[in-house]
């Protein structure tokens, strides 16, 4: 099983940046495919940022293209995303998940979740 925990959050001026961690338990780590997604108050649960287990591939929702970066090191059973150009529409709980197979973009193919941590951005 992999336990994870979330850390970075805060709150950020609208433009500043972020980077999120999740450190994973587990020497199986790198047998995960990881991925991010955020839940604001009164929203679903959205996908934001996915990647394979040898960091090939990688996949982004369209609304954080080109700001958001995910990126893992297994070495430190660590993801991460680094976020720059926050923008106040961002604010929500991120969550750190990981999955063995399925899709990357569906929230039910991961089979492990964070407890999430919260990142608010100002105007």
């Not at 450190?23 to 649960?45: I, L």
């Not at 394979?52 to 609304?63: K, M």
């Amino acid at each position: 099983q992999v336990q994870l925990v979330e850390s970075g959050g805060g709150l950020v001026q609208a433009g500043g940046s972020l980077r999120l961690s999740c450190a994973a338990s587990g020497r199986t780590f790198g047998n995960y495919h990881m991925g991010w997604f955020r839940q604001a108050p009164g929203k679903e649960r959205e996908f934001v940022a996915g990647i394979t287990w040898s960091g090939s591939s990688t996949y982004y929702a369209d609304s954080v293209k080109g700001r958001f970066t995910i990126s893992r090191d297994n070495a430190k059973n660590t993801v991460y995303l680094q976020i720059n150009s926050l923008k106040p529409e961002d604010t929500a709980v991120y969550y750190c998940a990981a999955r063995f197979s399925g899709t990357a973009y569906s929230p039910t193919s991961y089979d492990y979740w964070g407890q999430g941590t919260q990142v608010s951005v100002s105007s």
